[in-house]
């Protein structure tokens, strides 16, 4: 199955930025919506982007993200000891042999 | 609200059919407006969607599990279920029951609602 590349780990201070990427290709980011989840231990999963850069009602404004052609990106600003969890980003995969929802590797943020 | 729950055995022998039922509650499974999905994360690893259902029966399988897999619905109920057959330890994973956004022409959007997951084993 296509995979969508995510770094393995960010970690910043309290109040910090950190930044998580997703890395696809044509057939599944370069002509589908990207979302974003958040997975804290626990819990469910809680969908935090929508349609490449939404918010659901709920998400504060301290994530934001982005897509350019085959990547997308999630930017958490004012890091907080809540937000210490795994982070993954979702779209859908258009080819024959591997479609179907996708979703990333994964992210573990890390709050220092 | 809509809310989702995955409930079954949480210990299955190698070989046999792993069997779960999601329950879900705050909204109709009949809504045109959603596919109904199995989603499941082996230990330490990340999210691997299985497939998804809508209200007419209509499913879509992810090609490597395709073979092993049947999802169906009850809607009278407001029930969607998984069999998956010819288990073996890597089956091993937390299972989630999760909502899928349809959009335009069928088209899969985004999951907005998930279920806590269940831990399935398989082992003898």
């Known amino acids: 199955q296509s995979v969508l590349t995510q770094p393995p780990s960010v970690s910043a201070a309290p109040g910090q930025r950190v930044t998580i990427s997703c890395s696809g290709i044509?057939?599944?980011?370069?002509?589908?919506?990207v979302s974003w989840y958040q997975h804290l231990p626990g819990t469910a999963p809680k969908l935090l982007i929508y349609d490449n850069n939404n918010r659901p009602s709920g998400i504060p404004d301290r994530f934001s993200a982005s897509k350019s052609g085959t990547s997308a990106t999630l930017d958490i600003t004012g890091l907080q000891t809540g937000d210490e969890g795994d982070y993954y980003c979702g779209t859908w995969d258009t080819t024959l042999s591997a479609g179907g929802v996708l979703f990333g590797e994964g992210t573990k943020v890390t709050v220092l | 609200q809509v809310q989702l729950q995955e409930s079954g055995p949480g210990l299955v022998r190698p070989s046999q059919t792993l069997s779960l039922t999601c329950t879900v509650s705050g909204g109709s499974i009949s809504s045109e407006d959603y596919y109904w999905n199995w989603i499941r994360q082996h230990p330490g690893k990340g999210l691997q969607w299985i497939g998804y259902i809508y209200y007419s029966g209509n499913t879509y399988y992810t090609p490597s599990l395709k073979s092993r897999i049947i999802i169906s619905i009850d809607t009278s109920k407001n029930q969607f279920f998984l069999k998956l057959n010819s288990v073996t330890a890597a089956d091993t994973a937390v299972y989630f029951c999760?909502?899928?956004?349809?959009?335009?022409?069928?088209?899969?959007?985004?999951?907005?609602?998930w279920g806590q997951g269940t831990l399935v084993t398989v082992s003898s």
């Open positions: 044509n057939s599944n980011i370069g002509k589908n919506f």
């Open positions: 999760a909502r899928g956004v349809r959009g335009d022409w069928g088209s899969y959007r985004w999951t907005d609602s």
